[in-house]
Nanobody, 127 residues
Framework: QVRLVESGGGLVEAGGSLTLSCAVF????????LGWFRQAPGKEREFVAH????????YYADSVKGRFTISRDNAINTVYLQMTRLKPEDTAVYSCAAAPRDSFSGQYSQPRAYSYWGRGTQVTVSS
């Protein structure tokens, strides 16, 4: 069973930085396209960032473009989300997701395109 475990969340002041990690256990990490999503209280889950399995393509939500960076380390089966210039509206539970290359629809911003999910880590940005 593939398992994803996020870490690195916490409380940070507006303008600060935080880096989230997501370790993937089992499966074939280097064939997974990876995504980060977030969900704030009372809101729907929203797409944050995507990194293709090949590592050559990245996509970001407009709200985080230029501030967040997604990356991966295939040697340790981990995907990262580096977040800078954080804003109070970035407050949410952040979850990572993985999509096997062979079954990925290409709809990187849609949660249904991903097969495996972590439980999430809380990020709170104070004003």
């Amino acid at each position: 069973q593939v398992r994803l475990v996020e870490s690195g969340g916490g409380l940070v002041e507006a303008g600060g930085s935080l880096t989230l990690s997501c370790a993937v256990f089992r499966g074939t990490f280097d064939t997974y396209s990876l995504g980060w999503f977030r969900q704030a209280p009372g809101k729907e889950r929203e797409f944050v960032a995507h990194l293709a399995w090949s590592g050559t393509s990245t996509y970001y939500a407009d709200s985080v473009k230029g501030r967040f960076t997604i990356s991966r380390d295939n040697a340790i089966n981990t995907v990262y989300l580096q977040m800078t210039r954080l804003k109070p509206e970035d407050t949410a539970v952040y979850s990572c997701a993985a999509a096997p290359r062979d079954s990925f629809s290409g709809q990187y911003s849609q949660p249904r395109a991903y097969s495996y999910w972590g439980r999430g880590t809380q990020v709170t940005v104070s004003s």
